[in-house]
């Protein structure tokens, strides 16, 4: 981490002086939160430049509203992908101005060739404390500062909002929420066109039971009556048992499968919580989708690479399992030209059923807030050249 004082720039480094030491009464009055006028004579040449990347709902410029009479902020709400050669351009092309960035995680990627082509950056801004699109060893290297989140206020620990997004996807598949509510308004005369599915008695299996595969498993046992079937290349039934107490029940509650194999193929739902690595992309793939029962459904609400996507449009063309649940995806936000978006496909003449979300697990208007609210805290704090709280590199 470089320290915001020991920067080299003159300008930024008088700034911060006088921002942590008023030393005139027009100074104190720029920096009051009750003064019911600007003071501040400051031109948008002498002051720090912020962008503010992927605020799709259009909330952070309230938030950062109080520091702009010394930092000069602009938003992106569209965002470049890093992966594609001329957005790659055009992201650096973008950010290159800017002294701090507040970025969403896992929106805007940052990796190592884009950093190192933004030489005025200082301090990057993300949301909670882990982000993967952001090379971490790169910003050290660089000695930009990296900057991380809290959880939001009324937060309830062991609860969290991705569990509410899995269970939201599973019984609007199995329930078809967005089937009866089309036939219903639809047609005066439309009601019970269909049938839907039972989860009590059912096999929830879980791809990965660490912290939110344990959620899962608590809601799909005490909530539904669902028995649990759990696989990672690590669990064992200790850690399985481990798990279950962790959330009060017994020993045995949640079993383990013996093998990937056997996981997809006893799964009523299947629902993926593992963690992205090199080793784990593509982790369910044809073989796997292969296994699952006709009846089954597949939700993944982790990250969109863990599923092999070709491989699972292949198998919901052909209507092999009953349907899929995405809250996540190889790209996004979803390309225009993705096979996910055909309106009207999915479901129909054979295909399986396709219940689709843009990501929104964890977009929560309390935690979006609290978010912005954090990163203000932050950028203050760091003009000031005081302690910062959520400091990750």
């Known amino acids: 981490m470089r320290p915001w004082m020991h920067t080299p720039t003159r300008r930024l480094h008088s700034l911060a002086l006088n921002l942590s030491r008023p ?29 503010i990347l992927d605020d799709y709902a259009s909330i ?9 009479s010394h930092v000069e902020i602009h ?6 992908n890093a992966r594609i050669t001329s957005e790659h351009d055009a992201l650096i092309k973008r950010l290159e101005p800017f002294t701090i960035i507040s970025s969403m995680r896992e929106r805007t ?3 190592r060739s884009v950093l190192s082509s933004l030489p005025n950056l200082k301090l990057l801004l993300t949301t909670g404390m882990k982000n993967a699109a952001i090379d971490i060893s790169a910003c050290t290297e660089l000695g930009i500062t990296v900057v991380g989140t809290g959880p939001k206020p009324n937060a309830v620990k062991g609860y969290d909002a991705t569990n509410e997004m899995t269970w939201a996807l599973i019984l ?4 078809d929420l967005v089937g009866g509510d089309a036939v219903v308004k639809g047609s005066p005369n439309g009601w019970q066109s269909s049938l839907v599915s039972g989860l009590s008695g059912k096999t929830l299996g879980l791809l990965g039971l660490g912290r939110l595969g344990t959620q899962a498993a ?3 046992m005490l909530g539904f009556g669902m028995d649990v079937l759990a696989w990672s290349s690590s ?11 962790s959330r009060g029940l017994p020993a045995g509650s949640f079993k383990v499968a013996g093998s990937k194999t056997e996981l997809f193929e006893k799964a009523d739902v ?9 080793r784990s992309r593509a982790i369910v793939g044809s073989e796997e989708l292969g296994a699952m029962k006709p009846s089954a459904i597949l939700v993944n609400t982790s990250r969109g690479p863990l599923v092999d996507e070709s491989s699972l449009v292949q198998v919901l063309e052909a209507g092999k399992i009953r349907g899929a649940g995405l809250d996540v995806f190889d790209t996004e936000p979803l390309p225009g030209d993705s096979p996910w978006r055909r309106d009207g496909y999915w479901g129909s003449n054979g295909r399986s059923k396709l219940l689709l979300s843009p990501h929104m697990g964890y977009v929560e208007e309390e935690t979006m807030h609290a978010w912005y609210e954090q990163q203000v805290a932050a950028v203050k704090a760091w003009l000031k050249g005081e302690g910062i709280k959520g400091v990750i590199c």
């Open 23 to 51: 030393s005139t009464i027009s100074q104190q009055q720029q920096l009051s939160a009750s003064s019911s006028r600007s003071t501040s004579t400051m031109s948008n040449a002498d002051k720090i430049k912020l962008a």
């Open 109 to 111: 990627q940052f990796p």
């Open 172 to 175: 609007g598949l199995t329930k």
């Open 235 to 245: 669990l064992t039934q200790d850690k399985a048992d481990e798990a279950a107490k």
């Open 60 to 68: 952070a410029p309230a938030h950062f509203s109080s520091i702009t």
């Open 75 to 80: 938003s992106f709400p569209e965002t470049l």
């Open 218 to 220: 608590a809601t799909g």
């Open 270 to 278: 299947l629902s993926v919580h593992y963690v992205l690595s090199d």
